[in-house]
């Protein structure tokens, strides 16, 4: 319960935060910003390029209610059942997260994340590791121990765990790998996992990244394809990044931590060009959101900004800060992809409600020469509960006001169009889809509207107003998550949920379908 109160509540409690502070034009910032005066030079024209949509992939952790790859134990964490289950000392963890001792009377637990038939039956689940120990399990049926392995079954509907009793600190206990009785060992993603991915265009990294925790950055200290834990602060390992983009061939658009010194980025870089499928496209974009003060990369790169005197108030500070990161990180980028610049796509981007702060990014210096698009989540229904109704049992009224909401939206994103338009370059949407958070007493409210039918009725509205109006690439938000009671961004609840109970994502299937006619 504490992972998913980190993991869960405080995104959406900062999620809500940036809503009021846009709602209110940026108090925090005082109102510094005016747009420049002069125009921006009129570039040729960007050539019109069809709709289509992508997805934001959800963190491959087993709170996501999401199975992406087939190892049970690559979305788990450590941690400590003798200690309160706090995490485990991740000094006592090496990089393929294994824990290399434990002290007498110490037992480790990670909770697995639960295949898709595991909803509905019970399944057979064989775990695999190397080295000497002893594994058991916790909330599990018929568990049975030998040595290098651990049978047991995972009773419907429920939780299960698996518990490090025993390790030998000159050969401890790695490379677990936990999956159904019989499943081929060789495979590392789940196949329907990836089948759902084959309609989108395109794959964003935010979160399999850990883009917004922002501790990803050494090279050495990077995630290897040969850990057990894939979702982990420092992110999923590239070599994964880019098999899943290429199996389910879709672009990767992957979202480089702010932190990735100038090493991990040409690393990276040079990795994704020598084994990206050459028929995607790579989308990348420095940090997330360095517009959202909730965020750690924001607040470093204000600091950073202000110590280097970079401007005569925080909003300039901060966004040519930006620029200075963005403009030598696609630097790297450009040298890498020298003589291949068409398979990448450079990417700045921006907030929705407020695109003329991007002004100071964009013009500062040479960056706009750096860049290939621009790119803002226009979100629709920010504002349809922030003061909800006294009765929430009928629905109708808030789904009335929710399609008004559409098109406010891309009032603002329109204007962001024509500032990228001026600078020949793409308008994308990197985050996308209803934005509902509320903070009352009914805990069924956010739940009821995001699995209620006519919440397909609006987000076709909001797709079919996309592609009349913008063209190019929606990113939506996200593919899996749990409906909560403050907010619900997933298309799905869990994995293997059936089409007719996800109407945001029935509805975004059917237009891609319509888009293909």
Known sequence: MKQWIVRTIVPVAAIMLCVLIAKVNHPEEGNSFTAPARAATQAAPVPHRPTAFGLNLSYPAYWSNERAFMNLAAGGIWQAPHNGWKDFDPARIDQESTIRSLAPGEIAAMALVRPAAAYRSDVAITCFYDGKGVLGGIGVKDGKASPGRFDFTWPAGTKALIRLDMTDPADPVRHIDCREAGADRKAVFDRAFV??????????????????????????????????????????????????????KVDPWFVMPWNTDDESMERFATYVRDHLDPGRT???????????????????????????????????????????????????????????????????????????????????????????????APYFGQALLLEPPADTSDLGPLFAKLDGMVQETFVP????????????????????????????????????????????????????????????????????????????????????????????????LEAIERLKR
Do not use: C
């Open 282 to 376: 790579a989308y990348v974009e420095i940090g997330n959101e360095i517009w959202n003060m909730s965020f750690p990369a924001a607040r470093q790169a204000l600091a950073e900004g202000e110590s280097a005197k970079l401007g005569s108030n925080r909003d300039e500070a901060r966004m040519r800060r930006y620029a200075q990161k963005v403009t030598q990180s696609f630097r790297i980028w450009e040298r890498v992809f020298a003589g291949q610049m068409p398979r990448i796509v450079r990417i700045l981007s921006g907030q929705n409600a407020w695109p003329e702060l991007m002004t100071i990014a964009l013009d500062y210096q040479d960056t706009a020469s750096h860049l290939d698009a621009l790119a803002m």
């Open 195 to 248: 089948d759902g991915l084959r309609p989108y265009k395109a794959i964003r990294y935010l979160d399999w990244q850990a883009a917004n925790g922002n501790v990803a950055g050494n090279w050495a200290q990077r995630t290897l394809p040969t850990s057990t834990i894939q979702g982990g602060p420092q992110g999923v390992a590239v070599e994964y990044l880019v098999l899943l983009a290429n199996q389910a």
């Open 413 to 508: 994103a329109l204007r962001a169009k024509q500032m990228a338009d001026a600078r020949g370059l793409r308008f994308l949407g990197y985050e996308g889809g209803q934005h509902i958070t509320y903070s009352g007493k009914d805990a069924t409210l956010i739940p009821r509207l995001n699995r209620d039918p006519r919440m397909a009725d609006s987000y076709r509205k909001y797709l079919d107003a996309w592609d009349r109006q913008f063209g190019d690439m929606l990113m939506l938000l996200a593919s899996s998550g749990a409906a909560g009671s403050n907010a619900a961004f997933g298309m799905t609840e869990y994995s293997g949920q059936p089409l007719s109970e996800t109407p945001k994502r029935r509805a975004v």
